[in-house]
């Protein structure tokens, strides 16, 4: 079983960053994709930023520019830097293993104020 922890999202004004942290524990195995996912009210849960296996980064459209996804040398933890945040981008953030069936996080509130 895989355990993700996140950390990082709060309230920031429009222009502003914030950095999301997730750690994965428990039966990670050695190869996985691992990243970021947001999901507004009454919308489908999308990508923002993920690794793939191959350790090769994806980035949505709608954050190029503006967000990094890096991770750590253990390659469990994984970061999401966000600059030049919008109101839009105001939603639920998850951290994901394993891609959209595998394991997630209990996601993490990011609010931009405008």
């Known amino acids: 079983q895989v355990q993700l922890e996140e950390s990082g999202g709060g309230l920031v004004q429009t222009g502003g960053s914030l950095t999301l942290s997730c750690a994965a524990s428990g039966s990670i195995g050695r190869f996985f994709t691992m990243g970021w996912y947001r999901q507004a009210p009454g919308k489908q849960r999308e990508l923002v930023a993920a690794f793939s296996t191959a350790g090769i980064t994806t980035y949505a459209d709608f954050v190029k520019g503006r967000f990094t996804i890096s991770r750590g040398n253990a390659k469990n933890t994984v970061y999401l830097q966000m600059n030049s945040l919008k109101p839009e981008d105001t939603t639920v953030y998850y951290c994901?293993?394993?891609?959209?069936?595998?394991?997630w996080g209990q996601g993490t509130q990011v609010t931009v104020s405008s």
């Open positions: 994901n293993l394993g891609g959209r069936l595998g394991s």
